[in-house]
C-alpha cells in the first residue's frame, strides 16, 4: 500500500485545513487509517484514526472537538479536517495505515509528511 498525504500549509490561528491521503496498492477497506504529526526533535504522536469500513473514530484528547477524520473509500481517501486551528498544532502530519483495528504498535505503511504551520 502506498499512502499521499498533502493538504499542508500555512494558516493563521483559528482557520482550518483539510489533509488527505490517498491510497493505492492495496485493498483500502480492509485498513484501519489514522493521523499522526511529529513535531521538529520530537516523536511522532497519535492524532486520529478512522476504521476500515468508517464506523469507528478515535481522537487524541488535544484534538477531539477540533478534528474529524473521515474516508471515502471509493476515492481511496482518509480526510483530516482541521478546525480552530492552535499554534500548537504546527507539526508535520503523517497518515498511516494497517490492517490492525487500532494500527498496532507501528502501522505498516506511512505515507510522507505535509507540513502544517500555524502562525498567531
Known amino acids: 500500500v502506498q499512502l499521499q498525504a498533502s493538504g499542508g500549509g500555512l494558516v493563521q490561528a483559528g482557520d482550518s485545513l483539510r489533509l488527505s491521503c490517498v491510497a493505492s496498492?492495496?485493498?483500502?477497506?480492509?485498513?484501519?487509517v489514522g493521523w499522526f504529526r511529529q513535531y521538529s526533535g520530537k516523536q511522532r504522536e497519535f492524532v486520529a484514526r478512522?476504521?476500515?469500513?468508517?464506523?469507528?473514530?478515535v481522537y487524541a484528547d488535544s484534538v477531539k472537538g477540533r478534528f474529524t477524520i473521515s474516508r471515502d473509500n471509493a476515492k481511496n481517501t482518509v480526510y483530516l479536517e482541521m478546525n480552530n486551528l492552535k499554534v500548537e498544532d504546527s507539526a508535520v502530519y503523517y497518515c498511516a495505515a494497517d490492517p490492525s483495528y487500532d494500527l498496532g504498535s507501528s502501522p505498516d505503511y506511512w505515507g510522507q509528511g505535509t507540513q502544517v504551520t500555524v502562525s498567531s
Open positions: 478512522i476504521s476500515g469500513g468508517g464506523g469507528q473514530t
Open positions: 496498492g492495496g485493498h483500502f477497506v480492509f485498513y484501519t
